[in-house]
């Protein structure tokens, strides 16, 4: 099996929807699961959030970064799943208001509204840029810098990892080949390949090499470890 850090996704949105389509093979579908946008948000009513929050929603990092300011990260998936089945919040019709006219149109083919929304003025995004998210105090950046890592291995082995991973882009490559895309946190990474190493699925002389490349793109976040 192979673990190795994916770093070829492109950050402009349509350029990742023709790179998935193109160059990973991977129908849309499964590439929402690896695209992640991160916004500021200032929200003027703490209800609103709290409506949201207690939904208890799947895939999204959040944190209070200041009065009534918070870091909010999660996957186009995780935006289509909430204008399926969230469509109700107040947060989620912001959201929506706000991104409809800044991402390409098939992030939200099959879950776009059918009827205009209804909006507030009591709730703000801003989108945060890859620079940006680096200037991150190192808490925060490592749970929202958003990382891919390939995975390729037979069947059996897959199924010994997939226990250990809840977000994933799958593609068969050839009988009894395989491929998976799992977006990981770096802190979400470091659990995992413990995880790896617990199991005897990879050895330290495997994982090392990536927790050595993770250390010189992002020291800071490594300073106490």
């Known amino acids: 099996m192979e673990l190795k850090l994916f770093t070829f996704l492109p950050e402009r949105p349509a350029d990742f929807l023709n790179f998935a389509k193109t160059g990973l093979g991977l129908p849309f579908e499964e590439a929402f699961k690896l695209y992640f946008i991160t ?107 958003i990382l891919t890592f390939h995975i390729k291995g037979g069947c059996e082995e897959l199924l010994l990892i997939l226990p250990e991973i809840s977000l994933y882009a799958l593609r068969r490559i050839k009988e009894g080949l395989y491929e998976i895309y799992v977006p990981l946190s770096i802190s979400e990474f470091m659990y995992f390949s413990q995880r790896l190493l617990e199991k005897k699925i990879l050895n330290k002389v495997e994982i090392d090499p990536l927790i050595n490349q993770l250390k010189s793109l992002f020291p800071d976040c490594f300073i106490e470890i």
Do not use: M
């Not at 969230?86 to 800044?102: E, G, P, R, V």
């Open 39 to 145: 916004f500021k948000l200032k929200a003027l009513t703490d209800l609103v959030l709290f409506k949201f929050l207690e939904r208890n929603i799947c895939y999204l990092k959040f944190d209070e970064i200041g009065k009534k300011e918070y870091l909010l990260t999660l996957s186009i998936h995780t935006l289509r799943e909430l204008l399926k089945e969230h469509l109700d919040l107040k947060f989620t019709k912001n959201l929506y208001n706000f991104l409809k006219d800044k991402i390409p149109s098939e992030f939200f083919k099959g879950c776009a509204p059918k009827r205009e929304v209804i909006t507030s003025q009591d709730i703000f995004f801003q989108f945060l840029s890859s620079k940006e998210k680096a200037s991150l105090p190192s808490y925060l950046k490592v749970k929202h810098i």
